[in-house]
């Protein structure tokens, strides 16, 4: 069965800190995709990034980045000198290779003071 | 990148009522996905609804309870029927972003709170 697991339910940092937000996951599958969602106070989801199975490469976006690590099943998301505005509650998400139905984590939600 | 609009953004239902939450996107998408997420909990997909075929629902959700629509290729809608407070979350609606694009969009979600 797939699942994911977001063992930080809340993390509270100051800004210009930086801030790891941990995404385990396990799937049987050989490809799947992974993906983190942000969710601000105002309720939307906002999309970040998605990585498929194949690619463990690590990618930076800015002060953004993520660590994908198959041999421990973990997708960890980076916060470089995180600034209130980053304060959400953050989804990371696996789904099927074909069906693209998101199994999600229960969230982290960050909290970034002044 | 896709556009969905959901109406309505929010609602305050009586128990025992049904409420029709429409889901539209700005281009045609195969696939479109209904989510709940109770409040301070994840997101749940409820079902799965493709164009010209029934949709296909998630363990624990039921087509009677939530009878889902889904007459064209840009637009769906997802009811909740017989609402008790049990129901109250939000719903959001979720279409692939096409042509393997590999990112999934969201609606901005119906708050539903049911008395």
């Known amino acids: 069965a797939q699942k994911v697991t977001q063992a930080q339910t809340e993390i509270s940092v100051v800004e210009k800190e930086d801030v790891t937000l941990d995404c385990v996951y396990e799937t049987r599958d050989t490809t799947y995709y992974l993906f983190w969602y942000k969710q601000p106070p105002s309720g939307e989801l906002v999309f970040l990034i998605r990585r498929n199975s194949f690619d463990e490469q690590n990618e930076i976006s800015g002060r953004y980045s993520w660590n994908f690590q198959k041999s421990t099943s973990s997708f960890n998301f980076t916060i470089t000198a995180s600034q209130v505005v980053d304060s959400a509650v953050y989804f990371c998400a696996l789904s099927e290779a074909v069906t693209d139905k998101l199994i999600f984590g229960t969230g982290t939600r960050l909290q970034v003071f002044p | 990148s896709a556009v969905i609009s959901q109406k309505p953004s929010r609602d305050i239902c009586q128990r025992g009522t049904s409420l029709t939450i429409q889901c539209q996107v700005d281009?045609?998408?195969?696939?479109m996905f209904w989510y709940r997420q109770q409040p301070g909990q994840s997101l749940t997909l409820i079902a799965t609804?493709?164009?010209?075929?029934?949709?296909?629902?998630e363990s624990g959700f039921v087509i009677d309870k939530f009878p889902i629509s889904r007459p064209n290729l840009t637009f769906s809608t997802l009811t909740v029927s017989n609402m008790s407070p049990e129901d109250s979350s939000i719903y959001l609606c979720?279409?692939?972003?096409?042509?393997?694009?590999?990112?999934?969009?969201f609606g901005e979600g119906s708050r539903l709170t049911v008395l």
């Open positions: 609804a493709n164009q010209g075929s029934e949709a296909t629902y």
């Open positions: 281009s045609q998408v195969t696939m």
């Open positions: 979720s279409v692939d972003g096409g042509l393997n694009t590999g990112e999934l969009f």
